[in-house]
């Protein structure tokens, strides 16, 4: 018994938390990250790495749902928590049956982009994924890693903004979180510490400067990004989605960038976001690229939910 | 099978110096998390061929090992090495695709297509980088490679075939920006649904596949043993240290690369190149 | 090495027999796989290390890119459904049957020569010399031919193919 108890202990001082966030929970989230960061723990990709899951703000109930579904499938010993209970993670020990839910993948077929009669498997993206905008899901058909349709659906919104006059700390968010999609962690932690600091009222001037520098000089995520998720003045004209949207993903990017630099600067003009419009762009943009591609589209657009309300 | 042992604790390295770089907890307070953990499956997993997913994996990784060469002496005393190399790293394709595959779950499965891709874009080049430097020294045999480069390496006079064989030893290990089948954009990918001691197998043999990789580059490409002062076996260590290292640091550089792009840049430019280079060198060692 | 040998056969016909018996496709083509394996073993422990290692690396291979199209143009993506692997039952059985008829008597009826000379000091180069010997240069020009024609192909189907004017331009 002694050994595995001290082993238990051993690997208790470091969980690695399944961190899950409602439309309202921005804050909290942040927060987490903060504390993760300053205890040297790590984040998980999926529920089934820990049996530690944080719930950042105050989700519906459909939301509420998904994240059940989440919990129920996740190992143990396990701990479910608040956002500010990272000290306080007390595993719940006791054995369980797996639920065993005969939930079969659906199947079927239909034609591909060659006209091959080819499956189709539905899968949902998100609400329950990290770095994923809090709340949004996208019902995906894909053939392969291909999506051939997409419809998006706000599975929980409102809450009101966190980001009202922190414009420079929102993009910075953004650009951590499209980071870590893109598979570059170093970069997107910096980008997080950057974020941080701006939020306490730190000065982050030159190592902002160095970042900017790191992330457009980057020639394989300039290779990785460029001519995907091309968004058409045209088509950004008919959703109500600003000007600046229109492009890739490098060029959202690049916007991004300089719109932190102009923010900073005091330069930045304040002009609401639509983000429902945002959403309502995504299924046209994702239709036709890989799951890959999908992930960089909606993390260069990153919606932010809690601005919309109910009624729509 | 002092060599063998010496690859582990040299995954063992390598996983600590990845924690160190990336600030988070080290190896073996992720590996007591993971022994305490339940372990899970999801719902109609196809269970015996992910289990043989997640073993087989280190196990490849050991297998290959028992042909590195520290100094002049592997633990396997094999004259076609480099081939048995080759086959025991393309044992991971069928270990990732079952572990993918087997858990049941679209995103998993989606990792473990991803790392086919991705053997089919580096696997042709890298064969090129390892013939090449087998033709220079006109041997199959890892130890006879490494003792044939007197004092010029391969690695300095064949630099485009030591370049494409440290990008495809980062590929073999789905490391860094080759990580796409565990791409954290599909959650963790092939590796997805893996809980408890299976993802620990899984993930020590992730690390033992890059060490194996890390190591056999030195007498492939940096004259074995050679170097002055030190015994030969020290030196090879020492070599596989700082190439190891070098991968792992990667991870830090670059995003990931997706095989949409990176296929077309290994079969167009990577190709030709090391096949260029392969004449090259055979015309200077026909000569 | 009897033994082994022994069981490494059998294995092989056991894991070639469950191609048959398992009901995913998933299953059927490790099955096969681990038949490959074994008939590679079985050359390794004949001595011919080169053989036997390359049958291990392009089985792998080659079981795995044909796990990819299987499961590509089938109706069930991750064997949602358990399905037959059998078609055709009766002219399979009769074709198999004959097949391994006209093998053992081949193997029966030929007078096998005696053994001359030992084993050569490096069976991978004479390998090489038996098969290719004064055609290596047109081996090799064609083999490259082979390669760049493969390639050639792929590049341009994909260009204006499946994945379109992609934007990596």
Redesign the interface.
């Known amino acids: 018994m002694g050994v595995?108890e001290r082993?238990?202990e051993?690997?208790?001082?470091?969980?690695?938390p399944f961190v899950v966030s409602a439309a309202d929970g921005t804050g909290d989230r942040l927060a987490v990250e903060a504390g993760l960061?300053a205890r040297?723990?790590?984040p998980a990709?999926?529920p089934?790495?820990?049996?530690v899951l944080v719930v950042c703000g105050r989700p519906g109930a459909a939301l509420a749902e998904a994240i059940d579904v989440v919990w129920s499938?996740?190992?143990?010993?396990r701990a479910r928590i608040r956002p500010d209970a990272l000290d306080e993670i007390e595993p719940d020990r006791t054995?369980r049956d797996?639920g065993?839910?005969?939930?079969?993948?659906m199947a079927d077929r239909a034609d591909d982009r060659d006209g091959l009669r080819l499956d189709v498997?539905h899968?949902p993206l998100g609400p329950v994924?990290?770095?994923w905008p809090a709340g949004l899901r996208l019902d995906l058909a894909?053939q392969?890693?291909v999506v051939q349709s997409a419809e998006a659906v706000m599975v929980d919104t409102g809450g009101g903004s966190f980001w009202t006059g922190r414009e420079a700390a929102r993009r910075l968010d953004g650009v951590a979180r499209l980071?870590?999609?893109?598979?570059?962690?170093?970069?997107a932690?910096r980008a997080a510490v950057l974020r941080d600091d701006l939020l306490d009222g730190r000065q982050v001037g030159s190592r902002l400067e160095a970042f900017e520098r790191t992330i457009r000089r980057?020639r394989?995520?300039r290779?990785?990004t460029k001519g995907v998720g091309v968004l058409t003045p045209e088509a950004a004209e008919r959703h109500g989605v600003p000007a600046r949207y229109v492009g890739d993903v490098a060029d959202r990017l690049d916007g991004w960038l300089r719109r932190i630099r102009l923010e900073l600067d005091g330069a930045g003009t304040p002009d609401g976001d639509r983000d429902e419009a945002l959403v309502s762009v995504l299924p046209g943009l994702v239709t036709g690229a890989?799951?890959?591609?999908a992930?960089?589209i909606v993390a260069s657009l990153d919606p932010d939910l809690a601005v919309v309300t109910a009624d729509g | 099978m002092v060599e063998v042992l010496l690859l582990g604790a040299l995954a063992v390295a390598a996983a600590s110096l990845d924690a160190a770089?990336?600030?988070?907890?080290g190896p073996?307070?992720?590996a007591?998390?993971l022994?305490?953990?339940?372990?899970?499956?999801?719902?109609?997993a196809?269970r015996p061929?992910t289990r043989?997913g997640v073993v087989s994996l280190p196990v490849a990784a050991a297998l290959a090992a028992l042909v590195v060469p520290f100094g002049g002496h592997a633990a396997l005393d094999?004259?076609?090495g480099v081939?048995?190399f080759?086959?025991m790293e393309?044992?991971a394709?069928?270990s990732v695709?079952?572990a993918g595959?087997?858990v049941?779950s679209?995103?998993a499965?989606?990792g473990g297509?991803?790392f086919?891709a991705q053997?089919?874009a580096y696997?042709?080049p890298h064969m090129f980088a390892l013939m090449t430097a087998a033709l220079a020294a006109h041997s199959?045999d890892l130890r006879v490679i490494g003792a044939a480069q007197g004092g010029l390496w391969f690695g300095v006079w064949m630099p485009v075939a030591f370049a494409v064989y440290l990008l495809s030893a980062l590929a073999m290990a789905f490391w860094g920006?080759f990580?796409?089948p565990l791409?954290?954009?599909?959650?963790?990918g092939a590796a997805?649904?893996?809980?408890?001691p299976d993802?620990l197998v899984f993930l020590a043999g992730r690390y033992g596949l890059l060490a194996v990789a890390s190591a056999v580059a030195v007498p492939l490409f940096l004259g074995g043993g050679d170097g002055p002062l030190l015994p030969a076996w020290l030196w090879s260590a020492v070599k596989a240290c700082a190439v190891l290292a070098l991968l792992v640091w990667t991870?830090?550089?670059?995003?990931?690369?997706?095989m949409?792009?990176f296929v077309?840049a290994a079969?167009?430019v990577l190709?030709p190149a090391v096949?260029l280079q392969m004449l090259v060198v055979a015309v200077v060692v026909v000569d | 090495m009897t033994v082994l040998f022994w069981v490494l056969a059998v294995a092989a016909v056991a894991s070639g027999a469950a191609v048959f018996a398992v009901g995913?496709m998933?299953?059927a083509t490790?099955a096969l796989?681990a038949s490959f394996l074994c008939v590679g073993g079985e050359l390794l422990l004949a001595g011919l290390?080169?053989l036997g290692?390359?049958v291990?690396?392009m089985m792998?291979?080659e079981?795995?890119?044909m796990?990819?199209f299987m499961?590509m143009y089938m109706m069930n993506?991750?064997?949602?459904m358990p399905m037959s692997m059998v078609h055709n039952r009766r002219g399979a059985l009769a074709v198999a049957g004959g097949t391994f008829a006209v093998l053992v008597a081949g193997i029966v009826a030929i007078p096998w020569p005696a053994r001359r000379g030992g084993p050569p000091h490096?069976p991978?180069f004479a390998l090489g010399q038996a098969i290719m010997g004064p055609k290596m240069l047109v081996m090799m020009v064609i083999g490259?031919a082979i390669?760049a024609t493969m390639?050639a192909t792929?590049?341009l189907a994909?260009r204006t193919g499946r994945?379109g004017e992609?934007g990596?331009r």
């Not at chain 1, 980071?179 to 970069?187: E, K, M, N, P, S």
């Not at chain 2, 022994?35 to 109609?44: A, F």
């Not at chain 2, 791409?183 to 963790?188: N, R």
């Not at chain 2, 991870?251 to 997706?258: A, G, I």
């Open positions: 595995r082993v238990r051993f690997a208790e001082r470091s969980p690695r960061r040297r723990w790590r990709l999926s089934a790495e820990t049996g499938a996740m190992p143990g010993p054995r797996a065993s839910s005969d939930d079969v993948g498997l899968v994924l990290p770095d894909l392969g890693d980071l870590r999609v893109a598979g570059w962690d170093g970069a932690r980057s394989p995520l290779w990785m890989d799951l890959a591609q992930r960089l | 770089l990336d600030g988070g907890p073996f307070r992720q007591a998390r022994l305490v953990m339940e372990r899970r499956m999801t719902p109609r196809d061929l043989i094999s004259r076609v081939v048995w080759n086959a393309v044992v394709w069928g695709w079952l595959w087997g049941n679209a995103f499965l989606v297509y991803r086919i053997g089919l696997e042709l199959l920006p990580g796409a791409g954290a954009d599909i959650a963790g997805l649904e893996l809980s408890g993802r991870r830090r550089w670059s995003p990931v690369l997706r949409d792009r077309q079969w167009t190709i096949l | 995913s998933a299953r490790f796989l290390h080169y290692v390359l291990v690396l792998i291979m079981m795995l890119v796990a990819v499961v993506p991750a064997g949602l490096d991978a490259i390669l390639i792929v590049v994909t994945y992609d990596a």
